[in-house]
């Protein structure tokens, strides 16, 4: 019988042990996870990304289809940078670093440029529906 996966919610005060119980989840989520799906854990901090990948590491082998970052993160990974380009709302000197957009040098007015390319980026109807 196939196990299906469902979304979970951690909310508790600190040092409550979130992040013991958020391991654990990961762990037996991994272990039913198909390759050709992503278990995402979206954090509020990159620090909080560090501890639970730090905690992870030190009791499995990380599968590439999991996903521990913000919510900047998971948009930089799984929305600008691969629909930016193909819907040609970036252009393709586009470098994404981390949480900055940077665009070609020669731009008379980048900060112009970037907001044009987020702005619009954001209205595009056709960009996939995350749940």
Do not use: C
Not at 30 to 51: F, G, H, M, R, W
Not at 100 to 121: A, H, L, P, Q, R
Request: glycine residues 4%; aromatic residues 6%; charged residues 20%.
């Amino acid at each position: 019988m196939k196990r299906k996966l469902s979304n979970s919610l951690i909310i508790a005060a600190a040092g409550s042990g979130k992040t013991t119980e958020l391991i654990k989840q990961i762990i037996q989520k991994a272990n039913i996870l198909p390759n050709d799906k992503y278990l995402v854990v979206i954090t509020y901090t990159n620090s909080a990304t560090n501890e639970i990948l730090e905690r992870l590491q030190k009791k499995v082998s990380v599968q590439p289809n999991i996903f521990v970052g913000t919510i900047h993160s998971f948009l930089i990974k799984f929305l600008i940078k691969p629909y930016g380009k193909v819907l040609g709302l970036v252009p393709n000197e586009l470098i994404i670093t981390d949480y900055e957009i940077k665009v070609n040098k020669s731009s008379k007015n980048k900060f112009v440029e970037k907001n044009m390319i987020v702005s619009t980026f954001l209205r595009k109807e056709s960009l996939p529906t995350i749940i």
